[in-house]
C-alpha cells in the first residue's frame, strides 16, 4: 500500500504524524510520501519516506499552501492508494476532485474551540468562522473517512468513527526520577501556561532546581523565553525531534502540564502527561478534567489550581523533599502507560483500517 500523507500547519517531526502513525506504516511495509513544510521549518524528510515539501500555513496566510498541497494531491492521486490529511485546512485542498482514492482526515482537536487560542483572528470574526468549521466538519463526514484523537470528538459527529489516540512508545525500562530538574515538553504559548512556566523557575531559583522547557513557541511566547533564558531563570531547547525530546525527560523530578481552562483542553488529554508517565517521571498538572482523570486513576503525580505558580513551585519542593512519593508516583505511571496507553497496541488497529479503506487485501 502506498499512502499520501499530507500536512501544512503541524511540524514535520510531529509525534502523532510522523513518529506514530508513519512509522507505523513504514514497520508494516507500507510505502509512505509525507508533504509537509519542511524548508518553512528547517528540517529534512526523514530516510525512511518520500518527502515533498509545502509552504507553511500560518495565522492569516494559507492560501498558499492550501493550494499547493491541492497539486500534490492532483498529481499524487493515481499514484497512492490512500491519502491521510492532518489538518482541516486540507479539506479544501481535496475537495471536489474527481476520480480520487480513499482520502482519510484525522481530527486532532476540535477546530471551533480552537478558535479562541488564535490571537491573529478578530474576535468579530470568530462566531461565523466557528459557523463555517462546524459545515466543513459535516461536510468531511459524508465524503471522507474520519479517524478521531480523543473519544470526546465523538460527540461533534453523527456516526461512529475509529478513535485513534495519542499515546506513545514506551520504554522497556526507566530511571527513577532525580531532584534537581523539571521539564516541559510541548507547544509554547500563554494558553499552555508559558507565563507559570518562568514564574515558576524564578521562585525555584534559590533552591537549586532547574526547569527545562522544551518545544516550539509561538511568536507572543518566544521574547519572553528568550528573556528568561538570558537572565538564568531556565533552559529553554525549543522544537526537538519527539524521539529525542522524549530522552530528556529520563531523570527528571517532574514533568509539568500548565493548560489553561480553555473549551479546546476540557475534552483533551494532554500528551505531554502520557509521556511523563512513561518515563517515569511524576506529573504535576493543572485541573483539565482528563488530566485529573488520569493522574488520580494512577496516583502518578499532583493537581495544582489554575494559573498558580507558586502552587506548582510548593508541589516540586514537595515531591523534591519525599523520595519515596516521588519514586512511588513515577513508578505507578509508568506501569499504567507500560499497559494501556503503548502506541503499539494502537498502531495495529491503525494500519488495519487504513488498510480495509485502501481494499488491502492481506
Do not use: C
Not at 6 to 13: I, L, N
Amino acid at each position: 500500500m502506498h499512502v499520501l500523507v499530507m500536512t501544512v500547519v503541524h511540524h514535520p517531526e510531529d509525534a502523532r504524524i510522523l513518529h506514530r502513525q508513519i512509522r507505523a506504516l513504514v514497520d508494516a511495509g507500507h510505502e509512505v510520501t509525507y508533504a509537509a513544510p519542511y524548508t518553512a521549518r528547517g528540517v529534512m524528510a526523514r530516510s525512511w519516506v518520500n518527502g515533498i515539501d509545502l509552504p507553511r500555513a500560518a495565522e492569516r496566510k494559507r492560501l498558499a499552501a492550501v493550494r499547493a498541497a491541492r497539486k500534490v494531491f492532483k498529481r499524487m492521486r493515481d499514484q497512492v492508494d490512500l491519502v491521510v490529511i492532518h489538518d482541516p485546512e486540507l479539506l479544501l485542498a481535496v475537495a471536489g476532485v474527481r476520480k480520487r482514492p480513499p482520502v482519510v482526515w484525522d481530527v486532532h482537536e476540535d477546530t471551533p474551540a480552537t478558535l479562541s487560542l488564535k490571537p491573529w483572528l478578530p474576535a468579530l470574526l470568530r462566531p461565523p468562522v466557528r459557523f463555517l468549521a462546524r459545515m466543513l466538519e459535516g461536510t468531511a463526514e459524508r465524503h471522507l473517512h474520519l479517524l478521531l484523537a480523543e473519544t470526546a470528538y465523538a460527540g461533534r459527529f453523527r456516526q461512529a468513527h475509529l478513535v485513534v489516540p495519542n499515546e506513545t512508545w514506551v520504554p522497556d525500562a526507566v530511571t527513577a526520577p532525580g531532584d534537581d530538574r523539571i521539564v516541559y515538553l510541548g507547544w509554547l504559548s500563554e494558553a499552555r501556561g508559558v507565563h507559570e512556566a518562568i514564574e515558576v523557575a524564578r521562585l525555584l531559583q534559590p533552591y537549586r532546581v532547574a526547569v527545562e522547557l522544551i518545544g516550539y513557541a509561538d511568536p507572543q511566547s518566544r521574547p519572553l523565553l528568550n528573556e528568561a533564558v538570558t537572565e538564568g531563570l531556565l533552559e529553554w531547547r525549543d522544537f526537538m525531534p519527539n524521539d529525542e525530546a522524549l530522552k530528556r525527560l529520563d531523570g527528571a523530578l517532574a514533568g509539568l502540564s500548565l493548560l489553561h481552562d480553555e473549551p479546546n483542553y476540557r475534552h483533551s488529554m494532554p500528551t505531554k502527561i502520557v509521556e511523563y508517565m512513561a518515563h517515569g517521571i511524576p506529573v504535576i498538572t493543572t485541573p483539565s478534567p482528563r488530566a485529573v482523570e488520569l493522574v488520580e486513576r494512577y496516583s502518578s503525580g499532583m493537581v495544582v489550581p489554575w494559573q498558580d505558580p507558586k502552587a506548582v513551585a510548593q508541589a516540586v519542593l514537595t515531591l523534591r523533599d519525599d523520595v519515596k512519593e516521588r519514586h512511588a508516583q513515577g513508578a505507578r505511571g509508568y506501569a499504567a502507560a507500560r499497559a494501556n496507553h503503548h502506541w503499539p497496541n494502537s498502531a495495529r488497529r491503525f494500519v488495519a483500517q487504513l488498510e480495509a479503506w485502501a481494499g488491502v487485501k492481506n
